[in-house]
């Protein structure tokens, strides 16, 4: 790696950090489970290095490697994302509440 | 630099900010989901720029791997039930680590020999972290799931020996770094780190498992973001590092909440000490009907419910929230009191409550509730134990001095729904079961409490 692009990485992963920080500490307990669901989710994001591996590789092991990864990885993100909107609708208003907000996005607040 | 790659590119930049803008919709439940799909179109937008940036050759591994990876992820998203989230994260958490591990051995495989000092340590540190957290986490899903007995499995000299392990997987690590020509060392470091995630977890008991999955999050997530600085991918180590640093967070609030530190929940081996230290409590626990439960609880002003992992163990949450809304109709004042710590994950209780279609304006934190014990007419205890043990408070001999409490023996009365007689998981004495002003509901919390509820109809 050149210097140059290493210290570009330095610098993303130091305020990834600190935006991480400030963002995360923000999540009040009572989301925390959809919180450490969704996060994993999007860590699946080593989806994108896995396709490159198992279709640009051009060995036959970095191939099933890569297959193997692509599986893991996409489980992680279609599951993790699935799980944590599933549990995300079941956090409702009061019934009487909900229903003056019964716009699109809390249909399923309140059953 | 081609267009496509321009694109791919592209693509990454708005996916990180998706993502960012994701994670702050989660400070409220109700922007949370809306947040959620903007870091589900993050992704995908993602995934859609690598497919045409990134120069594919072989199509048929990704779309075997793509189709078979969604099925099974549907699959889960749907049919996983909402009382075994904590083994479904654990799992999801050695997926993601294993995934990032892979792609550590494949650029291995295809790049190792021309890497240079820094990517290797990046790859190196990839690769370990990846493949600890892979079989760490599976232990923590098989010992949620009760595969794997959920006691602390220890023997003599485990700490020694956990070092020795330790020490060869950092060796061989440093061997590689130095040495990138010598590849036995990079398949020890891999093999060993397999080892070392098994050995790190087993230890360790249950009722621990909140720290140990905040924990294993953490490292999943900084698997990704070292791959990140292996592939020199910026979409990569932000995503990861956010990951990475919120379960750093969170394994910190779990840790505070339980007055311990990490090393003392990672090597302590908690809750296989029979504990010498509580004294016997003294008295007798007293049993009350449940008629007379019922009725305390129907002519009570104000009633707080305490779950704890026995509600989820009992798949207790619904008949719960039904007692409470008899409750509510009769005009008591219903709240639900989390502890932190409550259950086998950060967030379990909620989760559950919510499920069962409790407003989450009747959910309250430890700080906020503790103040409105003393007014509180009846603290129903639902499979609770150390969260309430008052001993935590005023006996600085205890095992779990300091841990600060749900202080539940300050209010007027408090009825205990408990399984047995037994001690709880830490094998600790809790006066609070002794208590003048404690009464005892033993059997099966899911039938106490529907029970409860139809005797509370009639009174």
Redesign the interface.
């Known amino acids: ?1 050149n210097p140059a ?2 210290i570009a ?1 330095v610098y ?2 130091a305020l ?2 600190f ?3 400030q ?37 036959h ?35 009487d ?1 909900g229903k003056k907000t019964a716009a699109a ?2 249909t399923g607040a ?2 | 630099m081609s267009l496509t790659s321009y694109f791919m590119e592209a693509t990454y930049l708005i996916a990180s900010i998706l993502f960012v803008l994701a994670l702050k919709g989660m400070s409220h439940p109700e922007t949370a989901r809306r947040g959620m799909f903007m870091a589900e179109g993050g992704m995908f937008m993602a995934i859609v720029g690598t497919l045409i940036g990134a120069h594919i050759i072989t199509w048929g591994w990704i779309l075997v791997g793509l189709t078979i990876g969604s099925i099974i992820g549907i699959w889960m998203a749907l049919f996983v039930p909402m009382t075994s989230m904590p083994q479904r994260t654990a799992l999801s958490h050695a997926f993601g680590a294993l995934a990032a591990a892979l792609v550590g051995v494949g650029e291995f495989i295809i790049h190792g020999a021309e890497m240079g000092v820094v990517t290797r340590g990046a790859l190196g540190f990839e690769v370990m972290l990846g493949a600890l957290t892979t079989t760490g986490s599976l232990i923590a899903a098989g010992k949620l799931h009760g595969t794997i007995p959920g006691k602390p499995i220890q023997f003599r000299g485990q700490n020694a020996i956990n070092l020795v392990i330790f020490l060869v997987m950092t060796g061989s690590f440093v061997y590689f770094w130095m040495h990138p020509s010598v590849i036995a060392a990079f398949y020890t470091m891999l093999g060993v780190a397999f080892v070392f995630g098994v050995m790190l977890v087993i230890p360790i008991g249950s009722a621990d498992m909140p720290v140990v999955m905040s924990l294993l999050n953490s490292y999943a997530g900084l698997a990704a973001a070292a791959t990140g600085f292996v592939l020199g991918n910026n979409v990569l180590i932000i995503a990861g590092t956010l990951d990475g640093f919120s379960g750093l967070i969170l394994s910190i609030l779990m840790c505070k909440a339980m007055n311990r530190s990490i090393t003392n929940v990672l090597f302590g081996g908690f809750g296989s000490v029979i504990a010498e230290a509580s004294a016997d409590a003294g008295g007798e626990m007293r049993e009350i009907s449940l008629d007379d439960a019922a009725m305390q609880l129907a002519f009570a002003n104000r009633v707080i419910f305490v779950p704890g992992y026995g509600l989820a163990t009992a798949q207790a949450q619904h008949a719960v929230r039904e007692l409470g809304e008899l409750l509510e109709a009769r005009g008591v004042t219903v709240k639900y009191a989390i502890h932190p710590v409550a259950g086998r994950m950060p967030g379990h209780m909620n989760v559950l409550l919510a499920e069962a279609n409790v407003p989450y304006s009747q959910l309250y934190e430890m700080e906020q509730i503790n103040p409105e014990f003393p007014s509180t007419d009846v603290a129903v205890v639902i499979g609770a134990n150390d969260v309430v043990n008052p001993d935590a408070r005023d006996n600085p001999n205890s095992l779990i001095a300091g841990m600060p409490i749900l202080e539940v023996d300050r209010a007027k009365s408090v009825i205990v729904l408990k399984r047995g007689q037994g001690r709880g998981f830490s094998g600790l004495e809790n006066p609070l079961f002794f208590k003048q002003n404690t009464n005892m509901l033993y059997g099966d919390a899911k039938s106490t409490l529907s029970h409860l509820a139809q005797a509370v109809q009639h009174v």
């Not at chain 1, 989710?41 to 396709?51: K, P």
């Not at chain 1, 599951?79 to 079941?90: A, C, E, H, V």
């Open positions: 790696m692009v290493l990485s993303v992963f990834a950090a935006l991480g920080y963002v995360i500490s923000r999540v009040p307990p009572l989301l925390h489970t959809p919180l450490m669901s969704a996060t994993n989710a999007i860590s699946g994001i080593s989806l994108i290095g896995s396709l490159v591996l198992a279709g640009a590789g051009t060995s092991v970095a191939h099933v490697l890569g297959f193997i990864a692509v599986t893991t990885a996409t489980i992680n993100v279609v599951g993790g994302f699935g799980i944590t909107d599933r549990m995300l609708k079941m956090f409702g208003k009061r019934k509440e996005p809390s309140s059953k």
